[in-house]
């Protein structure tokens, strides 16, 4: 699976090949197509592999934030790293293959929606907040939304000093809305 999201990372959607991606994890093209009829199934199912271990991970961390004094800006920060990681760029090589390609669309609208709970549930936790007060749902997802949006534009020049900015901005905001949530 991490074979699979290394070529997209690296050779984007038209480079990646079911038999460059065996190569790369070692394993026979046999095997591979056992388990995965064609590039969409293999890719599909290595994001959403890597991308589930990664949200577990973020889970994991989620008791270290309930304590910190500045846990928004950390939790703002930590999603904004997330979405610039290497599994974001993966996933957007797929998302923009799918809008085009009506095999591979239905897979990754579904992925996408998945994970896209888990993340947004994720958040809710890291944040520590009650999601059915008004404005707090809305103000995770423009979260969510605002950390894929700085990844995109990290996508062709390094851009972490401006998102560093953002993200420091953007904590401050979410804070203000969020501190009457945990009052």
């Not at 990681?85 to 085009?100: D, I, K, N, Q």
């Amino acid at each position: 699976m991490e074979a699979t999201v290394e070529c997209l990372v690296k050779h984007g959607w038209s480079g990646t090949t079911t038999t460059g991606v065996a190569d790369r994890a070692g394993v026979s093209r046999g095997a591979q197509l056992h388990h995965f009829r064609t590039r969409g199934e293999l890719v599909a199912a290595a994001v959403e592999h890597v991308g589930t271990q990664s949200v577990r991970r973020l889970l994991e961390m989620a008791t270290a934030f309930s304590a910190r004094p500045d846990r928004t800006e950390a939790v703002v920060e930590l999603l904004a790293e997330f979405y610039a990681s290497p599994l974001f760029t993966a996933a957007l090589e797929l998302w923009v293959a799918a809008r085009t390609d009506p095999d591979l669309k239905p897979v990754v609208v579904s992925l996408q929606a998945r994970l896209g709970r888990e993340c947004h549930r994720l958040a809710v936790e890291l944040l520590g907040v009650n999601e059915s007060r008004p404005g707090v749902r809305e103000t995770v997802q423009a979260t969510l939304d605002l950390a894929r949006g700085l990844a995109l534009a990290n996508q062709l020049t390094d851009d972490s000093h401006r998102r560093a900015g953002i993200v420091r901005q953007w904590a401050g905001m979410v804070q203000a809305v969020l501190a009457a949530d945990r009052a």
